[in-house]
Each structure stands twice: as structure tokens, then as C-alpha cells.
């Protein structure tokens, strides 16, 4: 499986509480090298939290962190949360104590579960001002893609736009029978397709015999 939160697969960093400079931004997390790392500020007081944006909505079967070095800022107690549309977050890992080392820490979910979004939130310390982190880790299975480009986003209206009333196909045409009350509608037009209908099907002539 390949960690989907990395940049080269479509993540991206949504939000972040602090960062201590520009060396020490989130997006550091989302590098395949683990040598630069998000530091928060030490100004800021905790929990501080950085939530992931993945390429599209993932099947979550596992989660990681990475801690490169040992000191008093590693992350103590944390807790990871899902999200599908980052608005209501659910555990994808209940609050946990991390041992005080560095090295990888991997959590396998009981259950998969469905996100976008992946809030890392980090509740204490070992005591120091500040929090840092060396990389997150995500693997599951991406469920939806939204491969739409920006052509087909402007026709999408048009193409609702162009159906036939009662939502009928152009490609198999069928008089319309018993869609309106028959007294609001002249006589003759009651067994004849709509003026909608005849415009939109091109294979209907002015009577509504297909030529």
C-alpha cells in the first residue's frame, strides 16, 4: 500500500493551528523526506493540530506518525479523527499515549472507515514549549474520484436543461399520455407530443410524426 499523504498522491495540508517559521511548516509532512518537520509555534499553548486534505474520499485501514528525534516537544497524548467533508469528525484513533521515542507509530483501524479529511490532533507534550511532528502516514483505498474537468463542470447544466419534459429520452422518444388535466389543454393538442418535446427531438416533424 502507498501513503496517501504525500504530496505526489493528491494530498494536501486544510489547516494548521501554528507553525514555528518558515522552515518548519506542515507541508514538510507531506514529503517523502523525513528531514524537515512541522514544529509548532511555542508561543501557542495546546492541543495543536494539523488536518490533511487527500486526494478524494479514502477508505481509511491504517494511519501512522513519524517522530525523527527525541526531546520534550514529542507528541505525549494524541488523538486522530476522519472526516467526509471536514465539518462532523469521527475517531479514527481514540486519544492514545505515545511512547517517549522516535521511530514510526502505525494504528490499524478495527474497522475501515470513510474520509477526506484527517485531523492530527496532539493533547500533550513531554513537558517542552511546542510540538513537533516528522511525517502522517495514511493507507486505504481511494473510493471516488471527481475527474471532471472544468468543460464538462460548464455542459453539466446544459445537458439537464436540454432533457425532454417527465424526464423522457431523446433517444427513444414516447408521446406524452396523461401528464396534464385534459381541460388545460386544447383538444388537439391533447394527443400530440409537447412543443418542448418537438423542439428537442429532431426526428419529429411540426405534427409529431418522425420523418
Known sequence: MKNLALFEHGASIE??????DRNSKATNLL????????????????????IIKLQDVTRIQRVGLFLHGVNNQNPKQIK????YENDDYFD?????ELEYRSGDFFFDLPLSKMARYIKICILE??????????KVYIFGTI?????VDDDEKENEPQ????????????????PIKKHCHRS?????????????????SFGWNDEGWKL
Open 15 to 20: 489547516h494548521v493551528t501554528s507553525e514555528y
Open 31 to 50: 514529503k517523502r523526506s523525513s528531514t524537515r518537520i512541522w514544529f509548532s509555534n511555542n508561543q501557542c499553548l495546546l492541543p495543536q493540530e494539523v
Open 80 to 83: 486522530i479523527c476522519g472526516s
Open 92 to 96: 479514527l484513533v481514540p486519544m492514545t
Open 125 to 134: 507534550n513531554y513537558g517542552g514549549s511546542g510540538v513537533h511532528l516528522s
Open 143 to 147: 473510493v471516488e474520484h471527481r475527474m
Open 159 to 174: 445537458l439537464k436543461r436540454s432533457r425532454t419534459p417527465f424526464g423522457q429520452s431523446l433517444k427513444n422518444p414516447q
Open 184 to 200: 388545460s389543454l386544447p383538444l388537439g393538442l391533447l394527443n400530440r407530443p409537447s412543443l418542448a418535446y418537438q423542439r428537442h
